[in-house]
C-alpha cells in the first residue's frame, strides 16, 4: 500500500510540474552526467547557445525538433528529456531474492540483490556461506573487477593464490579474471559481493 501511496506522490508531482521545467531539469542533468559545457551541448545540436540557455532556464518553448536533436547529441532516448523522473527504491529481505547454491560447494549460496541495468555491467549478490568445502571461481570475463564486504563471520576471500582474511565490516577488492576464493572460516558467513567490469 506504501508503494501506491509512493506512486501517487511521484504521478501529482510530475503532474505538477510544467513540461518546460520537465525539459530544464532533464537537460541540466543529462548534460552534467555528459560532462559537457553549455556551448559544447548547443553546438553539437546545431541550435543557438542562447537558446539552450532558455531551456535550461526553463524559459521558452521547445519543439520536437530542437528536443530531438538535444537527445541525439547527448546520446539518450527522446523522453528521457520530457519525463519526469520516478524514484524507485527496491528492498531484498534476507532470506528472500533468486538464490542459487553452488554444486561442489553445498555451503555457499548466493542471492542476486541487483543485476547490471542495460549499459551497465555491474551485478550485486549476498553471499552466505559455512565452512567446508570453499568456493573457487573460474576466472570470469577479462578486466572484472570484485569487491566484498564481509557482514558476519569471518572468511578467505580474493586470488586463489593470495586470499585475504576477513572480519565483519572489512573490505576487499581484487582482480575476478584470475581464479579466486571465498572460504567461509565460521559459521553464518555473510557478505556482499559486487562484480564489475
Given at each position: 500500500m506504501e508503494e501506491v501511496?509512493?506512486?501517487?506522490?511521484?504521478?501529482?508531482?510530475?503532474?505538477?510540474?510544467?513540461?518546460?521545467?520537465?525539459?530544464a531539469a532533464a537537460l541540466k542533468r543529462e548534460r552534467a552526467r555528459a560532462?559537457?559545457?553549455?556551448?559544447?551541448?548547443?553546438?553539437?545540436?546545431?541550435?543557438?547557445?542562447?537558446?539552450?540557455?532558455?531551456?535550461?532556464?526553463?524559459?521558452?518553448?521547445?519543439?520536437v525538433e530542437t528536443l530531438w536533436a538535444l537527445s541525439v547529441a547527448l546520446g539518450i532516448q527522446f523522453s528521457a528529456l520530457v519525463d519526469a523522473p520516478r524514484p524507485t527504491v527496491e528492498v531484498i529481505r534476507l532470506g528472500e531474492g533468486a538464490t542459487i547454491s553452488a554444486g561442489e560447494a553445498?555451503?555457499?549460496?548466493?542471492?542476486?540483490?541487483?543485476?547490471?541495468?542495460?549499459?551497465?555491467r555491474r551485478d550485486a549478490y549476498?553471499?552466505?556461506?559455512?565452512?567446508?568445502?570453499?568456493?573457487?571461481?573460474?576466472p570470469h570475463a577479462r578486466g572484472v573487477v570484485e569487491h566484498v564486504v564481509l557482514c558476519s563471520g569471518r572468511a578467505s576471500v580474493g586470488p586463489t593464490e593470495?586470499?585475504?582474511?576477513?572480519?565483519?565490516?572489512?573490505?576487499?577488492?581484487?582482480?575476478?579474471?584470475?581464479?579466486?576464493?571465498?572460504?567461509a572460516l565460521e559459521e553464518g558467513?555473510?557478505?556482499?559481493?559486487?562484480s564489475e567490469s
Amino acid at each position: 500500500m506504501e508503494e501506491v501511496r509512493q506512486n501517487e506522490r511521484s504521478s501529482a508531482l510530475s503532474n505538477d510540474v510544467s513540461p518546460q521545467k520537465l525539459v530544464a531539469a532533464a537537460l541540466k542533468r543529462e548534460r552534467a552526467r555528459a560532462g559537457i559545457s553549455l556551448a559544447e551541448l548547443a553546438r553539437r545540436a546545431g541550435i543557438g547557445k542562447s537558446t539552450l540557455s532558455q531551456l535550461e532556464s526553463g524559459e521558452g518553448n521547445p519543439s520536437v525538433e530542437t528536443l530531438w536533436a538535444l537527445s541525439v547529441a547527448l546520446g539518450i532516448q527522446f523522453s528521457a528529456l520530457v519525463d519526469a523522473p520516478r524514484p524507485t527504491v527496491e528492498v531484498i529481505r534476507l532470506g528472500e531474492g533468486a538464490t542459487i547454491s553452488a554444486g561442489e560447494a553445498d555451503h555457499y549460496s548466493a542471492t542476486l540483490l541487483s543485476a547490471a541495468r542495460h549499459g551497465t555491467r555491474r551485478d550485486a549478490y549476498l553471499i552466505r556461506a559455512e565452512p567446508g568445502r570453499p568456493r573457487v571461481s573460474e576466472p570470469h570475463a577479462r578486466g572484472v573487477v570484485e569487491h566484498v564486504v564481509l557482514c558476519s563471520g569471518r572468511a578467505s576471500v580474493g586470488p586463489t593464490e593470495a586470499p585475504v582474511e576477513l572480519s565483519p565490516g572489512d573490505y576487499v577488492n581484487y582482480p575476478g579474471d584470475i581464479e579466486h576464493i571465498f572460504d567461509a572460516l565460521e559459521e553464518g558467513t555473510i557478505a556482499v559481493l559486487l562484480s564489475e567490469s
